[in-house]
Nanobody, 125 residues
Framework: QVQLEESGGGSVQAGGSLRLSCVASGRSVSGYNMGWFRQAPGKEREFVAR????????YYAASVKDRFTISRENTKTTVYLQMNGLKPEDTAVYYCNLRSAGILFSSASPAYGYWGQGTQVTVSS
């Protein structure tokens, strides 16, 4: 059974940084994309960033590009999201997702791939 375990959330002031981690277990991630979505109160879940496990190719939402960096550590089957220059509008529950590279990653449909339980990020002004 596939499991995704997130960690690293917390509360910071605007301009601060946090690093989220997501560890995958239960299957090989070769050929898969892995990344992050977020959901703020009263809003729909939205794509944040993703990385292709084989090639390392990354893709970001426009709202986080140049502030967030996604990376992977192959030996630990772990994906990281380094978040710098955090803004109050980044406040949300952040979810890790693992899905086949053949599935559009920007779709936040819960039917696509495997999901973690989420980790809360709160940015105060």
């Amino acid at each position: 059974q596939v499991q995704l375990e997130e960690s690293g959330g917390g509360s910071v002031q605007a301009g601060g940084s946090l690093r989220l981690s997501c560890v995958a277990s239960g299957r090989s991630v070769s050929g898969y994309n892995m990344g992050w979505f977020r959901q703020a109160p009263g809003k729909e879940r939205e794509f944040v960033a993703r990385i292709n496990w084989n090639t390392g190719t990354t893709y970001y939402a426009a709202s986080v590009k140049d502030r967030f960096t996604i990376s992977r550590e192959n030996t630990k089957t772990t994906v990281y999201l380094q978040m710098n220059g955090l803004k109050p509008e980044d406040t949300a529950v952040y979810y890790c997702n693992l899905r086949s590279a053949g599935i559009l990653f920007s779709s936040a449909s819960p039917a696509y791939g495997y999901w973690g339980q989420g980790t809360q990020v709160t940015v105060s002004s």
